[in-house]
């Protein structure tokens, strides 16, 4: 638990130094961090702690096995874009959606902060987010930025419900509040 609590000190350095340079929250950073890497336990490949599929920005990448739910129009469309690669169906969920096991392309990053960079510019500037992005700069309602983001970036059922339950759970809290009261040094932050 030790190990946990340090890695969760360090994740919150960053994203409280990034909120401060974007506006990207540092809940918001740290829950997705906990969910995806399992609280920086385990990240994807060398460095990546927020499974950030690969995009046409990254110049490091892996590729590993990973499970999605699809609809089967979603699935279709997966299978036709990769089909040398197929997804390989693993459960047919009531709700008709389907959870798929699939090799799939994943950014990876030189260290963690190069990881909350690209989380943190992915939030604040990529397609998916703008609106709510937009809505946040407008509102600064953090349950709603949160609750959208959640349900935007991964297929899995109750990501969103997790996500929403770690970044208010007080260990996140206290941690971004330490955080944020140490002297504000100058980081190595590149956004």
Not at 36 to 64: D, L, M, N
Not at 69 to 93: C, D, I, K
Request: aromatic residues 8%.
């Amino acid at each position: 638990m030790e190990d946990r609590e340090q890695r969760l000190k360090e994740v919150a350095g960053i994203a409280a130094a990034l909120e401060r340079q974007t506006g990207c929250p540092a809940q918001l950073l740290i829950a997705q961090w906990a969910i995806e890497s399992q609280w920086g336990e385990k990240p994807v490949g060398h460095a990546g702690y927020f499974g950030i599929k690969r995009a046409a920005r990254h110049t490091k990448f892996c590729v590993v096995t990973t499970h999605e739910v699809f609809t089967p129009p979603q699935l279709a469309a997966w299978n036709r874009q990769h089909s040398g690669v197929p997804a390989r169906v693993t459960e047919t969920l009531p709700d008709g959606r389907v959870r798929v096991e699939l090799d799939d392309q994943f950014a990876d990053y030189d260290s963690l902060e190069a990881s909350c960079e690209d989380y943190g510019w992915l939030i604040t500037n990529g397609q998916p987010y703008r609106i709510a992005w937009a809505q946040y700069q407008q509102d600064k309602n953090l349950n709603e930025l949160i609750s959208t983001v959640a349900r935007k970036y991964a297929t899995a059922p109750q990501y969103a419900e997790m996500v929403e339950a770690i970044a208010v759970q007080s260990n996140v809290i206290n941690a971004v509040t330490e955080a944020n009261s140490v002297p504000k040094a100058t980081t190595g932050l590149r956004v």
